[in-house]
């Protein structure tokens, strides 16, 4: 055998070779159903953006005062909720100013303005006498805080204290709607406020009794004993 003819058998088997790796990988990622550009490709991780912004300075004795009031006052769980919403309202300043600089009659200003204070007269952050760029600026931490689950169940009688409300939601007691919402931080809608209630399931709401007043029931009527085996066997 010639050389030249060694080289083109080595060049043909190598071909081959890479012909058959192409091919496995192919139907490998068929297998796994990915599309053809994404065989050979790893995906990247998607990074989450960060829902809350730490102060600069963390020993400011003013805002320090100020965030233990609040926390004390809306029934928060950490300082990291009040947070937040500090970022989402900085957004929405960002934007409002934004649009401010714009001229009055600009296209963009009407439409995205208009859009912006329409959510939030749509979530109670603002009312229809202030239904302008300029009062988005002047708008509180509290004024987000007032429109918290949480809050309206207590402010609407539903608990004791905004404690209890806390309680009351993370236990599945409270509903909106028709849906059981758990979630404290749940930003009620002016439209759905008259919807919160007692769960239809939960014994504030007529439901079924707790496994302790189910217990002392059975036991003033008399069935002790039966209803100690009862309950066990509902356990």
Same mark, same amino acid.
């Given at each position: 055998?010639?050389?030249?003819?060694?080289?083109?058998?080595?060049?043909?088997?190598?071909?081959?070779?890479?012909?058959?790796?192409?091919?496995?990988?192919?139907?490998?990622?068929?297998?796994?159903?990915?599309?053809?550009?994404?065989?050979?490709?790893?995906?990247?991780?998607?990074?989450?953006?960060?829902?809350?912004?730490?102060?600069?300075?963390?020993?400011?004795?003013? $805002? !320090? +005062?100020?965030? #233990?009031? =609040?926390?004390? /006052?809306?029934? &928060?769980?950490?300082?990291?909720?009040?947070?937040?919403?500090?970022?989402?309202?900085?957004?929405?300043?960002?934007?409002?100013?934004?649009?401010?600089?714009?001229?009055?009659?600009?296209?963009?200003?009407?439409?995205?303005?208009?859009?912006?204070?329409?959510?939030?007269?749509?979530?109670?952050?603002?009312?229809?006498?202030?239904? $302008? !760029? +300029?009062?988005? #600026?002047? =708008?509180?931490? /509290?004024?987000? &805080?007032?429109?918290?689950?949480?809050?309206?169940?207590?402010?609407?009688?539903?608990?004791?204290?905004?404690?209890?409300?806390?309680?009351?939601?993370?236990?599945?007691?409270?509903?909106?709607?028709?849906?059981?919402?758990?979630?404290?931080?749940?930003?009620?809608?002016?439209?759905?406020?008259?919807?919160?209630?007692?769960?239809?399931?939960?014994?504030?709401?007529?439901?079924?009794?707790?496994?302790?007043?189910?217990?002392?029931?059975?036991?003033?009527?008399?069935?002790?004993?039966?209803?100690?085996?009862?309950?066990?066997?509902?356990?």
């Amino acid at each position: 055998m010639t050389r030249r003819q060694s080289d083109i058998d080595q060049a043909a088997w190598t071909s081959r070779r890479a012909g058959n790796d192409e091919v496995n990988k192919r139907s490998k990622g068929d297998k796994m159903g990915m599309s053809k550009k994404d065989v050979g490709m790893t995906a990247a991780p998607r990074k989450q953006s960060k829902t809350y912004k730490v102060p600069k300075r963390p020993y400011e004795a003013a $805002r !320090l +005062d100020a965030e #233990l009031k =609040l926390a004390g /006052e809306y029934g &928060l769980r950490n300082k990291r909720e009040i947070w937040r919403i500090q970022l989402t309202l900085s957004k929405i300043r960002r934007a409002a100013r934004e649009l401010l600089k714009l001229d009055d009659k600009d296209p963009k200003r009407l439409f995205e303005g208009n859009a912006l204070i329409r959510r939030l007269v749509r979530i109670g952050v603002l009312d229809d006498t202030r239904m $302008r !760029l +300029d009062y988005v #600026l002047a =708008l509180k931490t /509290e004024d987000f &805080l007032e429109r918290r689950l949480q809050t309206q169940v207590f402010k609407l009688g539903l608990a004791k204290s905004v404690h209890h409300a806390r309680v009351l939601i993370r236990q599945r007691h409270i509903r909106v709607g028709k849906q059981v919402v758990n979630v404290p931080s749940f930003v009620v809608r002016l439209d759905s406020q008259k919807h919160v209630d007692y769960s239809l399931k939960s014994p504030y709401g007529g439901g079924r009794p707790g496994r302790v007043k189910r217990k002392r029931a059975k036991a003033a009527t008399g069935g002790g004993e039966d209803g100690e085996q009862a309950e066990e066997e509902d356990e």
